[in-house]
């Protein structure tokens, strides 16, 4: 069944580099009607992936970014305040939530870091998983059409600000890992997608220096997204890869240990370690 999905052709429409695996897993999933919890660590392109299938399916894609302030009646719906005060809980004053409106289209669900929204937005999950179904008050039941699925991110465990998500929804899910790619295809990603045509030896530092950073002095490490903003900036920067990489990291790299060895002195290890080995910017 999986063999209707062409994973090149979805690959070449969307930009995809690499990832075969993790697209034919997902495609999968999906053709078969089964959620998905894709977990890896920031900018390893859970999204486009999500969006590259579900796109080949022909589905709908509806967006929800996790955030530990978001609520039930957020992901749900509600009725239109005015609107009730004046003609009651009518039907047509009711305002869909995402969950509603992927339900209705039969559209995926993508809900970005699932595990940082509150326990009980995770909980109005269980029953659309389940049977496709969701109970709002005042409106009765809402049945999924054809095709509704969930597709879900988390960041590792790890990661500051990430919670754990409780056995009832994982059992819902099926497991799809995504890594770091390998430096190859990385240098690949940052030709594709940087903004100002850089040379392969900018294109090779950027990635190098972003690929140091995935060590044990730093909690979190730069995805390739960094590695694209290192070669954009050294470009206009004449080339000057470290001074890019200066600005390009702090807001991207968490330290593990931030008191005991300063960024300065990470960054600077980093230059010694790559930089100084790669040849001259051209």
């Known amino acids: 069944m999986i063999d ?13 580099i690499g990832r075969r695996p993790e697209l034919r897993l997902l495609g999968a999933c999906l053709i078969t009607g089964r959620n998905v919890l894709l977990e890896g660590p920031v900018g390893v392109g859970k999204t486009a992936l999500a969006r590259a299938v579900a796109t080949a399916l022909a589905r709908g894609f509806v967006r929800v970014d996790g955030d530990g302030r978001y609520t039930e009646a957020k992901l749900v719906g509600h009725f239109d305040p005015p609107g009730v005060l004046e003609r009651g809980y009518q039907p047509d004053l009711f305002i869909p939530g995402p969950l509603v409106e992927a339900m209705q ?3 995926v669900l993508f809900v970005n870091e699932l595990n940082r929204m509150p326990e009980g937005v995770q909980n109005v999950l269980l029953p659309a998983l389940d049977e496709g179904i969701v109970h709002i008050p005042h409106l009765g039941e809402v049945r999924a059409e054809r095709g509704f699925c969930v597709v879900a991110t988390q960041n ?6 990430t919670g754990h998500l409780s056995e009832a929804l994982l059992d819902r899910f099926e497991l799809v890992k995504l890594g770091y790619q390998d430096a190859t ?3 690949e990603i940052v030709r594709q997608d940087a903004r100002t045509a850089p040379s392969d030896s900018i294109i090779a530092q950027a990635v190098a220096v972003a690929r140091a950073t995935r060590t ?3 909690r979190r490490g730069a995805s ?5 903003a290192i070669a954009d900036l050294a470009m206009a920067l004449d080339g000057d890869v470290a001074a890019a990489a200066r600005i390009a990291l702090p807001t991207r790299i968490e330290l593990t240990d931030p008191d005991q060895v300063g960024f300065d002195t990470v960054l600077a290890d980093l230059e010694k370690k790559t930089l100084a080995q790669s040849p001259a910017p051209t």
């Open 105 to 107: 289209r039969g559209a």
């Open 224 to 228: 390739v997204r960094a590695a694209i």
């Open 185 to 187: 295809e990385e240098c």
């Open 216 to 218: 044990d002095r730093v």
């Open 156 to 161: 590792p465990a790890e990661f500051v600000a």
């Open 4 to 16: 209707r999905l062409d994973l090149e052709g979805i690959a070449r429409q969307h930009g995809v």
